[in-house]
């Protein structure tokens, strides 16, 4: 079971947009449309801020967004603001484990 | 609303079992599609899916931890223990049991605050 790949750091001026990526295999971003995304500030439990590839838990901003194109998942934030400076980990289910966590990427707001 | 909450020893010495409870409020672990994860944090490191149980008792687990891993539910008093057998200094991590958003697919929508578990001699 490897962990999904995300770029280790991603950084955006206020008001920019950034997109972040998360790569997989066929056996689970490319098999299944059932990929969250996390947002964890130091020092506190991970936030699901998009589950089911596209779909926002109530209460959070709508802007963040996903999407996914085969093997690949990426969340888009836009309208970057210094309060979403923080860890971002993928997850997808995957055929037999069922869970798999992406390696994270650290945001810097500029 | 719902709650959970770690608690167990911030201290383990190696080749000891670590034995974690997460104490849930808010739903119900037999109630149709629930689900309860645990998952780890090593200091400075990403996520670690670790454990699931689901609602009908149905259990999975990490596939390389499979072996040191057993997850339970106990539905009289809203708890779930994680154990993990002979401890190394490389477990040592934050460990988080989180609630399973939704019925279909797996996610994970309420966390509890996590809990350092220390693994040293």
């Known amino acids: 079971q490897s962990a999904l790949t995300q770029p280790a750091s991603v950084s955006g001026s206020p008001g920019q947009s950034i997109t972040l990526s998360c790569t997989g295999t066929r056996s689970d971003i490319g098999a299944y449309n059932y990929v969250s995304w996390y947002q964890q500030h130091p020092g506190k439990a991970p936030k699901l801020i998009i589950y089911d590839v596209t779909d926002r838990p109530s209460g959070v901003s709508d802007r963040f967004s996903g999407s996914k194109s085969g093997n690949t998942a990426s969340l888009t934030i836009s309208g970057l603001q210094a309060e979403d400076e923080a860890d971002y980990y993928c997850g997808s289910y995957t055929a037999g484990s069922p869970y798999v966590f992406g390696t994270g990427t650290k945001v810097t707001v500029l | 609303q719902i709650t959970l909450k770690e608690s167990g020893p911030t201290l383990v010495k190696p080749t000891q079992t670590l034995t974690l409870t997460c104490t849930f409020s808010?739903?119900?672990?037999?109630?149709?599609?629930?689900?309860v994860g645990w998952v780890r944090q090593p200091p400075g490191e990403a996520l670690e899916w670790l454990a699931l149980?689901?609602?009908?008792?149905?259990?999975r687990y990490r596939p390389s931890l499979k072996s040191r891993l057993t997850i339970a539910g106990d539905t009289s008093k809203n708890q779930v223990v994680l154990t993990l057998t002979d401890m190394d200094p490389v477990d040592t991590a934050t460990y988080y049991c989180?609630?399973?958003?939704?019925?279909?697919?797996?996610?994970?929508?309420?966390w509890g605050q996590g809990t350092l578990v220390t693994v040293s001699s």
């Open positions: 989180a609630h399973r958003h939704g019925r279909h697919g797996l996610s994970f929508d309420y």
């Open positions: 149980i689901y609602w009908n008792d149905e259990k």
């Open positions: 808010g739903f119900s672990l037999n109630s149709s599609g629930v689900g």
